[in-house]
């Protein structure tokens, strides 16, 4: 099962402009059951804010790109 909201997830964007490869997508977005543990997605479910740099595990990415 891949995470409800993997289409709209600004990690889609930042994978297409080369800001982080696909790992994140295998480990997470796409995985069996490990999405739900993506912190992206227990905060979105929650309501809460939280950066588009913010990464599955829950660290900041520094973008290169502005």
Do not use: A, V
Request: aromatic share 10%; proline share 5%; charged share 40%.
């Amino acid at each position: 099962m891949t995470c409800k909201w993997y289409d709209i997830c600004p990690l889609r964007r930042l994978e297409k402009d080369g800001e982080i490869n696909d790992r994140w997508k295998g480990e997470y977005c796409e995985s069996e059951k490990n999405w739900e543990n993506c912190k992206r997605y227990q905060m979105e479910e929650r309501g809460e804010f939280h950066p588009d740099s913010m990464m599955p595990d829950g660290t900041i990415k520094k973008l290169k790109k502005s």
